[in-house]
């Protein structure tokens, strides 16, 4: 069973890349560039997976996050460049599951990241933080 993951970045260098581990590992993979993006591509298609960057243009990531929370218990990764857990996350009552990771992620810690969110929805992934 292939996971559905959707990517909300809003650098598209960063963007590709954190498709790329998803990618390699067979699963579907959508992408958004700002939050408006996101909730329509969430709305159309779902998510196994939502890896969310919090600084967004047009609608903070923060939004989008108590948007998809709104709609359900999606696993969220998200990556930031906000230097610590209380700026990620303002004081707020975020329900599990949720990862958090500083942006841009490392090359060892985004697929980590991934397969245990994953795993956690039970999607099957044999993705390897160091691939071969």
């Known amino acids: ?12 260098q ?6 790329l581990y ?8 959508t992408d958004a560039g700002d939050g408006p993006a996101a909730l329509a591509a969430f709305d159309a298609a779902g998510a ?13 990531g923060e939004t989008v996050l108590d948007e998809l929370r709104a709609d359900g218990d999606v ?7 906000k230097r610590s857990d209380a700026e990620r996350i303002a004081p707020r009552s975020v329900p599990e599951p949720m990862t958090t990771f ?10 980590r990241g991934l397969r245990q969110s994953c795993v956690a929805r039970g999607a ?8 071969s």
């Open 48 to 60: 196994d997976l939502v890896i969310l960057d919090l600084m967004l243009p047009g609608m903070s």
């Open 75 to 81: 696993p969220v990764l998200i990556t930031s460049a």
């Open 14 to 19: 960063l963007r590709a890349l954190l498709r």
């Open 124 to 131: 099957p992934t044999r993705m390897d933080p160091h691939p």
């Open 22 to 29: 998803p990618e390699r590992e067979g699963h579907i993979v």
């Open 1 to 12: 069973m292939k996971a559905r993951i959707l990517v909300v970045e809003d650098e598209p």
């Open 102 to 111: 500083p942006s841009p992620s490392t090359r060892t810690s985004s697929p």
